[in-house]
């Protein structure tokens, strides 16, 4: 793999997979200290993008992408943003001289009509109970913190942002905010390398102050509902804040995650609040990673006349996970179940470039996966019972959305 930093100072990797058709460019792009709440604006801006730039129209645009299987992409989280290409090998120069195009002169006209509409689109996402009860539970774990940014908050936001909003994060994105690219591809360096500094040469990074408020600690159970008397099923959320973790333990929460919830049929919550209680068709447990700090929640959709039941099951695992030796079938069999998913990290080009791009966002080394992996096989049951201890014995945050009527039977309002 060949690393390098541009003149501008953006930051390139590329990885040559030979004989791989496609090739995939990701990047990264942090959020400085004036714009790490500012959501909404950053998907009102991604969107605009792909709405025409100076030279193509947004039907040109569209008919480019489609007629040459060019896809470009993006997604927001917590502390960055990220815009993925994708094409087959030898369209790797219109490719990137598409996404230039985009990226330096999209015009941002009908910005108007595009805030309507992802508006709508917000508006349509809280139609789902469970979105509204996740929203909720942000809020709650993340208080008085940009992390708690809800789909509410996007809406109010959309109505007061002006179009001098825009340009000036567009101009901060595209000359501020650090960047990295990370390529994945059958092409070397030699070949890869003057496209990027080509068509990402216009583009800057300079220093920059970021966020660092970090998330507070709960020092007391926190509970939030919400009222929703037509509701066939309970929400319910119950999580911890999570401080900033080492790179070492990493590993540890991805298998406390894996024997918790998301390891499918196999999981606690799964055998015991589903298949043993019948308590619901969904549970399930998540973690996120973000540079201010994180959360860990354990999820379940019920019978509304279960809620009480639930959230006692969900004690009752946690409780368990963090004073009772698992066997050594369990621990090995939750090892393998977590080294297998990350097979299909580096299941494709793309894939590929992702994780490592990630990696490279966090400052990781670029073998820091096999040192993910060879630590997840060193894991004891001491080490998963004494990192569950230390975040699972704080208070929590729980947000539960049912009929009233079960909300005051579960002594919850």
């Known amino acids: 793999m060949d690393k390098m930093i541009l003149k501008n100072g953006i930051k390139v990797d590329i990885k040559t997979n030979k004989n791989t058709p496609r090739t995939a460019i990701v990047m990264h792009i942090r959020y400085n200290k004036n714009n790490t709440g500012k959501k909404s604006i950053y998907s009102l801006l991604s969107s605009l993008l792909f709405q025409g730039t100076k ?13 040459n299987a060019i896809d470009i992409y993006y997604d927001l989280k917590a502390d960055y943003m990220r815009f993925k290409i994708l094409c087959l090998n ?45 929203d909720e539970y942000l809020k709650t774990v993340y208080k008085n913190h940009q992390y708690a940014f809800s789909r509410k908050d996007a809406i109010e936001e959309l109505e007061t942002v002006t179009k001098e909003d825009l340009f000036e994060v567009f101009e901060q994105l595209k000359y501020i905010m650090a960047k990295n690219i990370f390529v994945v591809s059958d092409k070397t360096k030699e070949e890869i ?17 970021y966020d660092t408020n970090l998330i507070e600690e ?28 080492s790179f070492e333990e990493w590993p540890i ?12 049929l196999s999981s606690r919550l799964f055998l015991e609040l589903r298949e043993k209680k019948g308590l619901a068709y969904t549970v399930r447990s998540s973690y996120a990673i973000n540079k201010l700090g994180s959360d860990f929640y354990v999820y379940i959709a019920t019978e509304p006349k279960n809620i009480k039941t639930s959230i006692e099951g969900f004690q009752v695992e946690i409780n368990k996970i963090m004073t009772e ?26 894939s590929e470039a992702i994780i490592r791009g990630l990696y490279k966002y966090w400052g990781v080394d670029y073998d820091y996966e096999q040192k993910f992996i060879e630590s997840v096989k060193e894991i004891t049951k001491e080490d998963i019972m004494n990192f569950s201890k230390k ?13 009233e009527k079960y909300l005051k039977e579960a002594g919850l309002i």
């Open 55 to 67: 030279s193509r129209s947004a039907e040109q645009l569209a008919q480019e992408l489609d007629e």
């Open 90 to 134: 030898e369209d790797v120069n219109l490719a990137l001289n598409i996404f230039q195009d985009m990226f330096e002169n999209s015009t941002l006209d009908n910005y108007e009509k595009e805030i309507q509409k992802i508006k709508g689109d917000l508006i349509s996402e809280l139609d789902s109970a469970k979105a509204q009860a996740k």
């Open 391 to 403: 975040y699972f014995s704080a208070p929590t945050a729980l947000c539960v959305l049912a009929p």
């Open 218 to 245: 709960i020092k007391e159970n926190r509970v939030s509902t919400i009222i929703k008397d037509d509701a066939n099923q309970a929400q319910i959320y119950m999580g911890w804040a999570i401080p900033i973790i």
């Open 193 to 209: 390398l003057p496209l990027i500094e080509k068509h990402f040469e216009k583009l800057g990074v300079k220093e920059t102050e």
């Open 325 to 350: 030796p698992m066997s050594s079938e369990e621990l090995e069999n939750a090892k393998n179940n977590a080294i297998g998913k990350r097979q299909f990290l580096f299941e494709t080009n793309m």
């Open 253 to 264: 929460i991805n298998l406390v995650n894996t024997i918790l919830g998301s390891a499918g």
